[in-house]
Structures are given as C-alpha cells and as structure tokens.
C-alpha cells in the first residue's frame, strides 16, 4: 500500500518540476523569441532514415508545463482520492499516458506524429471512461470513443491530403496558400470539432463524465478537449484566407446551447461539463474571429480554474456518499469550509469577476469581439453566452453551499490533507494565473477604447446573469418552479438541443432496423434457401433421382421398351 502511494506522490512531484521547468523554459523562448526544430533520427537502414520532429517554441513549451503543472496536482490528488480503488496501479498509468499522448501532440509540428499523440488521447481516454465498469460507463466510453474516431478519421485524410506538398510537416505551410488548401482546412477543422465537442460533436463530452473525477479533470482542462482547439491555433494562419463566419456560427451556438443546457440540470459533474463545452465555444469563436492569441491565452487560464473545480467537486461528491445530484447538497460549506472556499473562488473565475484568473481572458475577448466587424447577432449570442455562464454558477453555488437543508447523506465528510494540498496550489494559479500569463504573453498592453457603456458591459451581463441564476433557482412551497410551468421549452433547452438523443438511438436505430430487415430477407429469407442450403438442396436431389433409377432400373427399362416399341409401331 506505501508503495502505491508512493507512486502518486513522486509521480506528481516529478511532473511538477517539469511542469515548472518547460514553463520557465517556454518564458524564457518568448522573450527572446526564439524557438527550437528537433529532427531525431531514430533509425536509418541502408539510404532509408526514419526521423521523429519536435517543435520547441514558446507556445509549446509553455502549454506543455502548464499540462504538466495540472497533472501533477490531479495525480497528488487522485492519490487520496483512489485510495480505497482495487486498480489504482492501472489508473495512475493511465493517467500518466493520457499526459504523455498530450505532450506528444503539443510539441508535433507533423502531422503523423501528432495522429499518434492523438490516437494515443482517444485510446487511453475510452479505458479511463470504461475505468468503474457498468452499463453506463460502457456506453458513454463507446460513444465517446466512435466520435473521436471521426476526428481520427479527418487526419488521416489531411495526411494523405498533405502528399500534395513536399512534407507532412505542416508548420512549413501554414502561411502558403493554394485552392486545393480548402480541403486541408476542412478535414482539420473537422478534427477540432469533433475532439472539441462543437455541434454537431457535443454529446460525448457530458457522457464522459462516466470517468473518475480527477480524470475529468484532467481531460477538461488541459487534455483532450483542449487538443482540437490547439491544432486549429497552430493551423490558424491558414483561416485568414477562409471566410470562417459559418464555422463561427457553430461555435456560438456549441457556447449559448451549452450555458443554456447547463442552467436546467441537475448533475453536478454535467453542469461543469457544459460549462467546459461554453469556454470551448468561446475559444474556438474568437479563433475564428482571427485571434489565436487570444484563444491560446483563454485556454492557459481557463485550465487553471476548471481544474480546480472538478477537484473540488469530486470531494463534495465524496462527501455526499457518490452521489452527484445536486438537489441533494446544501449546507455544505458547514462541514467543507475550505473545500467549498476553493469552489466559489474557481466558480467567481469561471464567471469573469473582476482580477480572477477568467476575467483577463474573457475581457479583452469580449472587447475584441465589440471592436470586431460582425454583426449584432454574433455580438449578442457573445453576451448572453456570458450571462448563463454567472446564471448556472450562482445556481450551482445556491444548490450545494447555501440553506437549502437536503443533506442526503452526511457520512464521510473529511478535508484530506493530500486533497488540500493539490487544491491550495490550483486556487493560487485560478487568482494570479491569467494576471501573470497576460505580462507575459502580450508584450505591450492593449489599449481598446470603447464607450463607457460598451466598456462596463461585460460586468453588467456578470451582474444580470447573477440575477437571473438565483431567480431560477429560488423555489419554495408557494412558488411553483419555472422549469416545471414551461416543461417543453426547458426539456429541450435542458437536453442539448435534443443532441445526445440525435448521437444515439436516433443514429443506430435506424441501421439496427435496416440490418434486421435485411437480416431477414437474406440470411432467414430467400437467400437461406438459394444461397446457403442450395448445396444440401441439390446434392439430396441428385441423391433420390440416382435412389430412384437404382432400384426401379428393371420397371424402367420395361416401360421405355414398350413406349420405344409403340412409337416405332405408329
């Protein structure tokens, strides 16, 4: 059992040193900008060489460490939190090569290499989110794993589609353009979606949430979900020549039908698996708008707070006895005072209050989007979008720490000291994180004038949508819930758009009937008859004409006598 443990506490030592390591590095690169193209030649028989390339640059580097910093703080943490788990020699190594498989997709700049990292995140994913094996898990762990094959799929058409240069290396061509380009841009877009969960893709990353809880943490900070939105930063040189306006419309409508979701459920985990799938929305739109650094420097900060949030989820929900319902909460910051400390300081983050962590990204996002050139629509949808975000926090906050008494169970409360640990370190990281990041990633600040209306705007969506998360979430005996009075409007708006019901039975039922029908016709039909008994059929029908002629030869021969005898006769 030491030994065990061990494993989790120098695991997640070693990768903090190296997170902090490749950060300072990375620091370091982007000053003096520079950057480092590695070619290691691994094997090399008779004219043949076999090269693997890194890409060391500052936004890898320190994308890296940031990876590396999170990990090692979910290990630390997974150490106390799997302690009581038969396999958890199995879970720490595949976390450790769910990390590796990032890395290697970071510091890629191939296209085959980073179909490697890639594979190797879907793989290592779908066993994570089959890790607590029922019925459940198996089917989140299926449908997590098919979709991310279409994304799978897409890059290795792009790679053949990459023959038409003169490598696979595709850093080199990110600022050539030629018409064929379309479809290079295409099939990598399609990657991101799919690995970033943009509509159509959505329905996998809240059926992911089958996994252990620090795994969700991981993969929605700084892992899997993260992976799409940096391939398409590293090919975003290419959308300047794209009028990407529908592709940004998808990534609008995956934030607002996210943050909308997220305001009518009722699963913990879910609510911040929605939340993910908005500041997603959020990156991938404002990558579109033609601001790469600005989504790089979101999805740095937006790492930190999520990370922190699953982390203290996942000890609320072991206090509560597994279960993650959070009508079953309340009261809460009674018995986990500096758990649920940590909680609403990750939550005041994720909700952009002013000098959190959140804030500096989702600023300056929200002024480049008012100074941008599209129309009120994509304005108001950008707005509104952060409205929900504060609605469904202060919802959850409502639910689990304030005086509604639903204490379902109270059994195991208990702050661990390894759980603290991890937690303390994130929290200093959701507070100065996205300050620090922004000195260092901007090296003269952005002056935006705008109105002073425009300029307090975002803080007044901040305040209306805190509003409205406590009206909706404020019931008692006299007053009949919202939710209930308008059941449709809030099933739908509650389901993702009826999206997961489109990703499951609605796609394979139709195919299981058309299967079962042909099913039928050939194997129990006609073609059981012709094709596979014909055989048996013919050779019984050859084996009774023989039988027949066998013993009837004298009678025969008589009766063809006497008709041969008439005929010759007439």
């Not at 989140?140 to 990459?162: C, K, S, Y």
């Not at 500096?360 to 949808?381: A, P, R």
């Not at 021969?557 to 008439?566: A, E, P, S």
């Amino acid at each position: 059992m030491v030994g065990v443990m061990s494993l989790y506490i120098v695991g997640g030592f070693l990768l903090l040193l190296a997170g902090f390591c490749f950060i300072f590095t990375g620091i370091v690169f982007l000053i003096y900008d520079y950057s480092i193209f590695l070619d290691w030649e691994f094997l090399s028989i008779n004219s043949t060489c076999l090269t693997m390339t890194l890409f060391f640059d500052w936004m890898s580097l320190i994308f890296v460490g940031c990876v590396f910093l999170i990990s090692s703080m979910v290990i630390y943490y997974s150490d106390s939190y799997m302690s009581a788990d038969g396999d958890k020699v199995r879970f720490y190594f595949l976390v450790f090569m769910f990390v590796m498989s990032m890395m290697m997709m970071i510091i890629s700049p191939n296209l085959i290499s980073i179909l490697i990292g890639w594979d190797g995140l879907g793989l290592v994913s779908y066993c994570l989110v089959i890790y607590f094996q029922n019925y459940k898990s198996y089917s989140a762990g299926m449908l997590t794993i098919l979709t991310n094959r279409v994304g799978d799929v897409a890059i290795l058409l792009a790679i053949a589609w990459m023959i038409n240069f003169g490598s696979w290396h595709f850093i080199f061509y990110v600022y050539s353009w030629d018409s064929w380009c379309y479809y290079l841009i295409f099939l990598v877009v399609l990657a991101g979606f799919t690995s970033s969960a943009q509509i159509p893709f959505s329905s996998w990353l809240p059926a992911a949430m089958a996994a252990p809880t620090p795994v969700s943490s991981l993969v929605h900070s700084s892992t899997l979900v993260t992976a799409g939105v940096y391939l398409l930063i590293r090919f975003s040189h290419m959308f300047n020549n794209v009028d990407c306006s529908f592709l940004l419309m998808f990534s609008m409508l995956t934030m607002f039908m996210s943050g909308l979701g997220a305001n009518f459920e009722y699963d913990m985990k879910s609510i911040i698996a929605l939340s993910t799938l908005s500041q997603l929305g959020l990156m991938m739109s404002i990558l579109f708008m033609g601001f790469p650094l600005l989504a790089f420097f979101h999805l740095l900060s937006h790492a930190f707070f999520k990370a922190l949030l699953f982390l203290c989820a996942g000890l609320i929900i072991h206090g509560m006895s597994d279960s993650q319902d959070i009508r079953h909460m309340g009261c809460v910051v009674n018995q986990l005072p500096f758990t649920c400390t940590c909680f609403m300081i990750s939550n005041f983050s994720l909700c952009g209050l002013p000098f959190m962590s959140g804030f500096y990204s989702k600023d300056i996002i929200l002024e480049m989007v008012m100074t941008s050139s599209y129309n009120f629509f994509v304005f108001l949808i950008f707005f509104i979008s952060v409205g929900l975000t504060v609605s469904y926090s202060v919802r959850l906050i409502y639910y689990c720490l304030s005086f509604n008494m639903n204490l379902y169970v109270c059994q195991n409360y208990s702050e661990d000291g390894l759980m603290m640990k991890s937690m303390i370190f994130m929290t200093i990281l959701s507070i100065c994180g996205g300050s620090i990041l922004s000195w260092f990633l901007f090296n003269c600040p952005a002056l935006i004038v705008l109105p002073l209306g425009f300029k307090i705007m975002p803080l007044i969506f901040i305040v209306l949508g805190g509003w409205l998360g406590y009206e909706l979430s404020f019931s008692n005996y006299f007053v009949s819930a919202y939710s209930l009075r308008y059941y449709f409007i809030s099933f739908f708006s509650g389901s993702m758009w009826f999206m997961p019901s489109f990703s499951t039975y609605m796609l394979s039922g139709p195919s299981l009937i058309l299967s079962k029908n042909y099913y039928e016709v050939m194997d129990s039909g006609w073609g059981e008859y012709i094709i596979s008994k014909s055989s048996y059929v013919w050779s019984s029908l050859f084996a009774k004409l023989y039988n027949f002629y066998h013993f009837n030869n004298l009678k025969l021969f008589i009766t063809v006598f006497f008709i041969l005898f008439i005929f010759v006769l007439i």
